[in-house]
């Protein structure tokens, strides 16, 4: 098993995940993109998302270096990296992206915030794999991911 398979209903049932419908950060105000990603996106565009990987590389990854930069940097992105957190359980595998506080790129601590981009004609499935990719079982808690 792998993040990308896991479903609601395993996460409810091994790791008792409980979903609400609530907004991740309440009152946070618009930020209007820099010249430099209007372009970025407007180029992306032009050549088209046909894959998963080129939605990745134009859409993306732009706008997570924008908000990396307005950020100053206090964090880092990781792109494609294995999170194998416990492959008995099946929390394994590759993120899409990542942010850490880590800039050791050998292994990622916690905390970390994983993006999972979301599945051409599925939403949820993207939710789900992400969902996993942030599970850490207590025995985990403060240690190396």
């Not at 100053?72 to 494609?80: K, L, M, N, T």
């Not at 994983?114 to 939403?123: G, N």
Request: net charge negative; proline share 4%.
């Amino acid at each position: 098993m792998s993040y990308a398979d896991f479903t609601a209903k395993d996460l409810k049932q091994k790791f008792g995940v409980t979903f609400q419908g609530k907004r991740l950060f309440q009152n946070v105000a618009p930020v209007a993109p820099s010249e430099w990603l209007e372009v970025s996106l407007e180029r992306g565009m032009k050549l088209g998302f046909s894959s998963e990987k080129s939605r990745s590389e134009r859409f993306v990854s732009p706008i997570l270096s924008e908000l990396c930069d307005i950020n100053a940097y206090d964090f880092y992105i990781y792109s494609g990296k294995n999170l194998d957190v416990d492959k008995r359980l099946g929390l394994e595998g590759k993120c899409d992206f990542m942010f850490s506080f880590s800039q050791i790129s050998l292994f990622v601590t916690s905390p970390a915030f994983c993006l999972t981009e979301a599945k051409k004609h599925d939403i949820e499935d993207g939710t789900m794999e992400c969902a996993a990719q942030l599970l850490r079982p207590p025995i985990y808690e403060g240690l190396v991911g």
